[in-house]
């Protein structure tokens, strides 16, 4: 099993130019997360999934876009990038999203290192 | 929602001694509580974790306590190797809640 991988692993983007983060995991997990990480700062949530066809947001979702169309594939959408985007992302799976029950565990990409100048 | 707070931010110690990270809650309802270690540009990884039917687990030379009533839960380092040193994580979550992050310890073991 590759777990979680996610592409590119590292991006230059101008102000207001858009892309896609790319995660795909292939431990038949239904449960996708992505997490922005900033220097000196935890992780914090920007969107997450529960299977295929439904997402929700999390704590800091403006700016982003997420679609869930098959289990193994998260992707992220940065629309018209800003220099607060600067950041790394982490995306992350995990099989159950119940708290305390086996399968919780999340495990996390590599990450995307995505700097907007 | 839950809050997560992590002290200290940085922990030094000498290889061979035992390092503590402290976490505390706001939710109450919290049940699931993990550790994540995170070297230097690479992923955060889980380390242990526990439930709170739980009050201690150890893996080794790590272990996590727990107290419910105080809403605080601690990771516990004994013998520290150069190789401990990263970021560590601790974070909560409860029933199907998403996981809630401290901002994380850098702990630095010195030979």
């Known amino acids: 099993n590759a777990g979680v991988t996610q592409t590119p692993k590292f991006r230059i983007l101008k102000i207001g130019q858009s892309m896609t983060l790319q995660c795909t995991q292939d431990?038949?997990?239904?449960?996708m997360y992505w997490y922005r990480q900033d220097p000196g700062m935890g992780l914090k949530l920007i969107y997450y999934s529960v299977g295929a066809g439904i997402t929700d947001k999390g704590e800091v979702p403006n700016g982003y876009n997420v679609s869930r169309s098959t289990t193994e594939d998260f992707p992220l959408r940065l629309e018209l990038a800003a220099p607060s985007q600067t950041s790394v992302y982490f995306c992350a799976s995990s099989y159950s999203g119940r708290a305390g029950i086996k399968g919780e565990t999340q495990y996390f990409g590599p990450g995307t290192r995505l700097l907007v100048l | 929602g839950e809050n997560v707070e992590q002290h200290p931010s940085t922990l030094s110690v000498q290889e061979g001694d035992s390092a503590v990270i402290k976490c505390t809650y706001s939710d109450s309802a919290s049940n699931y509580f993990p550790w994540y270690k995170q070297e230097l540009g690479k992923r955060p990884q889980l380390i242990i974790d526990i439930r709170s039917n739980v009050g201690e687990k150890k893996d080794q030379r790590i272990a996590v306590t727990l107290n419910k009533t105080a809403k605080h839960f601690s990771l516990h380092i004994t013998e520290t190797q150069p190789e401990d040193s990263a970021v560590y994580f601790c974070a909560a979550s409860y029933g199907y809640s998403t996981l809630t992050f401290g901002k994380g310890t850098m702990l630095l073991v010195s030979p």
């Open positions: 431990m038949n997990h239904n449960y």
